[in-house]
């Protein structure tokens, strides 16, 4: 029973000195990672969440570019969206309906010359409210200046 438990206890000595520093630079990498990208993420959340409060919106139907425009801009300012998701937000008229996109593209610094590219594409159909905010249309045949 003796040999046995000290066949035991070395098995169980922990974590050794490369395992521990292992373990402290991967916890380090995904901070990082975490600390760069999240902002990016949280103002996407909040897009999706403005699109689809207008969506609730009753009078949307009847609601030009500026008004549109005006309200999501209120309700990004309250929430603290900033930079490109405001930049990027396009109302564009249709026969019967509008259609207003958040279309961006973010490139964060990540470590020295290694960059994250990540892209956002939220469209809200005002004939199709309920089915905010994933894209629906391809906005590629579209002028920039709508």
């Given at each position: 029973m003796g040999k046995q438990l000290r066949v035991s206890l070395r098995q169980q000595r922990g974590l050794s000195y490369w395992g521990l520093l292992l373990v402290i630079a991967v916890f380090g990498f995904v901070l990082t990672c975490v600390s760069r990208m999240g902002p990016a993420y949280i103002d996407a959340y909040y897009v999706d969440e403005g699109l689809r409060k207008l969506a609730q919106n009753p009078d949307l139907e009847t609601m030009t570019k500026g008004q549109i425009r005006t309200e999501?801009?209120?309700?990004?300012?309250?929430?603290?969206?900033?930079?490109?998701?405001?930049?990027?937000?396009?109302?564009?008229?249709?026969?019967?309906?509008?259609?207003?996109?958040?279309?961006?593209?973010?490139?964060?610094?990540?470590?020295?010359?290694?960059?994250?590219?990540?892209?956002?594409?939220?469209?809200?159909?005002?004939?199709?409210?309920?089915?905010?905010?994933?894209?629906?249309?391809?906005?590629?045949?579209?002028?920039?200046?709508?």
């Open positions: 999501l801009d209120r309700f990004f300012l309250l929430n603290n969206v900033r930079g490109e998701p405001t930049k990027a937000l396009r109302v564009i008229s249709g026969a019967d309906s509008k259609l207003v996109s958040v279309e961006y593209e973010l490139r964060q610094p990540l470590i020295y010359n290694v960059d994250v590219v990540m892209k956002f594409n939220k469209q809200l159909n005002t004939a199709k409210a309920d089915l905010c905010c994933e894209p629906l249309v391809d906005l590629k045949q579209f002028r920039k200046s709508d």
